[in-house]
């Protein structure tokens, strides 16, 4: 079943950046708005970002002023620019959108 595909994630220390893609290899964004998800350690899987078909976005209250969605349309690829990493941030990070699978997802871990 065809999926959203995610990269760039990587160890990193607090106060780094990182630059996460999720690559539609057929049509999928078209379902709708594509969420960046987090999945902590022994945590549920939380929402931090969002972007809509009008490339209107939204935010998790915690990554506000660090994290930013953002979409190529050419290139078939939404982004999620990380600033400021924190050691909360550590997670396995999904890309979403509706009716479809969800994927492998990228690991990020922040720690010094």
């Known amino acids: 079943q065809v999926q959203l595909m995610e990269s760039g994630g990587g160890l990193v220390q607090p106060g780094e950046s990182l630059k996460l893609s999720c690559v539609d290899p057929g049509s999928l964004f078209s379902n709708g708005a594509v969420g960046w998800y987090r999945q902590s350690p022994g945590k549920q899987r939380v929402l931090v970002a969002a972007i809509t078909v009008r490339d209107l976005t939204d935010y998790a209250d915690s990554v506000k002023g660090r994290f930013t969605i953002s979409r190529d349309s050419a290139k078939k690829t939404v982004y999620l620019q990380m600033n400021s990493l924190r050691s909360e941030d550590t997670g396995v990070y999904y890309c979403?959108?509706?009716?479809?699978?969800w994927g492998r997802g990228t690991q990020v871990t922040v720690s010094s």
């Open positions: 979403k959108v509706p009716r479809v699978p």
